[in-house]
């Protein structure tokens, strides 16, 4: 007997081989049954002929309920038909384990539904195919840091400080003291930095939103890069080349699951560096001339005013220099302008929303002890980050990139929730 998978069902044309399955779906006539079969590592037609098995191989075949578990043995046959290119002659079947009322029926079912069933709801074809490109995503990002001298650095989860603004924290004790779950791990990746030049982090992040939106998580990971002696643009060019990467990987590795998807590829493959820039001051003067009269200097823009901005270009836009007042304290002012800073946000085409925030940093010591102060944050609690500017202070940059909107994009699904296995949302914590 050769046991083997799926996946590698290409190196088995014309074997007999033994696959442990799951049945994904069915249809049977007198003469012939069609068993949509899966294994984790992908999906194959099996065929069984009824004159070519026995009477009791059939009655199993045509007897089998959707997620039952079964291991199949048969004959793999190159097929043109189908998007994976291959399927099986099924010569013997042996059920392993008889799935009864399978919740998730090939109907149609609400979103609700699929959540409370969000365990089930992962085997799917589709969520499949968004967790494998997920999954393409993260290799991708590991080795284009690797390739690039970053070290891969672990910030903590509790913490004792609110790098973002204090007001979306979640709070809890450790111990005797008030701790928080990260909201980002910016600040120790600071520190990093200044030990090992260029860092990356990759963890959960956590962020007591109140939004119910299509691009917010409660939970979701980030990729935070920082680097040393890096000001500004270099910060910049770092960000649109690890997007074009990710792109890149994702269409040369992923096409099935695109395809599975229905993502129009076009989109992705016209992706390159460099990305078009805007600053904000022009941002603003490109809404009022678009009909978004009330936005004024100083605002914030919601989802509606990036989608208008993103859709004038069909690569990913940085919008810079965001006013001072609406960004966190760290970021350095520009030097030509106080009242604006050396930022950028990354809005992703497709109305996907920003996908990365980054900015250079404050390293001169009093000014940042001056904003900290401004900002009412506790002295107290930074003063190891204040510290990294009083032993070799130098210029130095990063950003974050949120994974589940990435997944959203080049996945082409429209809503964050399908991207992370088990969504923690604004009324969700079950399953
Ligand atoms: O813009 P944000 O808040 O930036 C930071 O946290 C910086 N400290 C990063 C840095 O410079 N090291 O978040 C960065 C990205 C966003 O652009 C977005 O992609 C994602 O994280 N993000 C979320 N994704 C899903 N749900 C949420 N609630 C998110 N909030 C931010
Ligand atoms: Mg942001």
Redesign the pocket.
Known sequence: MVKTTIAEVPKHVDQEVTIGVWVANKRSSGKIAFLQLRDGTGFIQGVIVKAEVSEEVFQKAKSITQESSLYVTGIIQKDERSPFGYEMQVKDIEVIHHSIDYPITPKEHGTEFLMDHRHLWLRSRRQHAVMKIRNEIIRATYEFFNQNGFVKIDPPILTGSA??GTTELFATKYFDEDAYLS??G?LY?EAAAMALGKVFSFGPTF?A?K?KTR???IE?W?I?PEMAFVQFEENLQVQEEYVTYLVQCVLKNCALELNTLGRDLSKLEKISVPFPRITYDEAIEFLHENGFDDIQWGDDFGAPHETAIADSYDMPVFITHYPTSLKPFYMEPDPNRQDVVLCA?LIAPEGYG??????ERIHDYEFLKKRLEEHQLDLDAYKWYLELRQYGSVPHS?????L??TVAWLSGVEH?RETIPFPRLLNRLYP
Do not use: A, K, N
Request: no cysteine; net charge negative.
């Open positions: 790098p973002e909201q980002s910016q990746m962020r939103e939004s691009r917010h998580l979701f980030m935070e946000d920003e996908i990365i925030g980054g900015s990063g950003f974050g990139l949120g589940e909107r964050v």
